[in-house]
Each structure stands twice: as structure tokens, then as C-alpha cells.
Nanobody
């Protein structure tokens, strides 16, 4: 199983970024997928999940209405569109295989992460 995140960077408050996660080594279209983030000095925070076909999505209250999770099963890729970014969104963002908050306890199912920094 390999998950490779990309698309992070530095952005001003109110800005947008789109994260991608390229998956390989498993049947991506059969796996629910999630995004998790971890800020410095804090524990992992689950932020969103998407069902296998992309029909059902689920968001943490902290990102609801600002972030959108999506997937392209033909490309084995997971996405996270992040709009209206806030300073408190600064963190290392990971994609994870699995559904819901439980993925925060399975570090082995995550990628290597991509850094998002929101700063003026």
C-alpha cells in the first residue's frame, strides 16, 4: 500500500489549495478514503471521509462548508479542495485508507503527508 500526498504549500488566510493523494498497491476503488491532519504539538485530527464510489462524504465540523473531498477511481487519486483557509488549518495533511475518525488510530494506513501553512 502506498499513498503519496502532494499540493501543499503556503497560502494567505482566505486562500485555497487543492491536495492530491496518489494511491497504489491496493484496489483503490474498493476502499473508503479519508484525510487526516496533524498540527505541531497536537494529536491527529480526522477531517473528512469519502465512500468507495464517492457518493457519501463526511466532514468534521471544523472544515464543513470550506473543504470538499472527492476521488477519481480511474486515476486512483483522492483530492481535498480547501477554500477559505484559516491559520488554524496549518498542519501536515495525510490521506488515509479507511472511513471515519478511526483512521486516526491506524498510522500505518496513512501517506507521508504534505504541509499546509496558512500565514500572512
Amino acid at each position: 500500500v502506498q499513498l503519496v500526498e502532494s499540493g501543499g504549500g503556503m497560502v494567505q488566510p482566505g486562500g485555497s489549495l487543492r491536495l492530491s493523494c496518489a494511491a497504489s498497491g491496493f484496489t483503490f476503488s474498493s476502499a473508503a478514503m479519508s484525510w487526516v491532519r496533524q498540527a505541531p504539538g497536537k494529536g491527529p485530527e480526522w477531517i473528512s471521509s469519502i465512500s468507495t464510489a464517492g457518493i457519501t462524504t463526511y466532514y468534521a465540523d471544523s472544515v464543513k462548508g470550506r473543504f470538499t473531498i472527492s476521488r477519481d477511481n480511474a486515476k486512483n487519486t483522492l483530492y481535498l479542495q480547501m477554500n477559505s483557509l484559516k491559520r488554524e488549518d496549518t498542519a501536515l495533511y495525510y490521506c488515509a485508507r479507511g472511513w471515519g475518525r478511526a483512521v486516526t488510530t491506524t498510522r500505518g494506513s496513512w501517506g507521508q503527508g504534505t504541509q499546509v501553512t496558512v500565514s500572512s
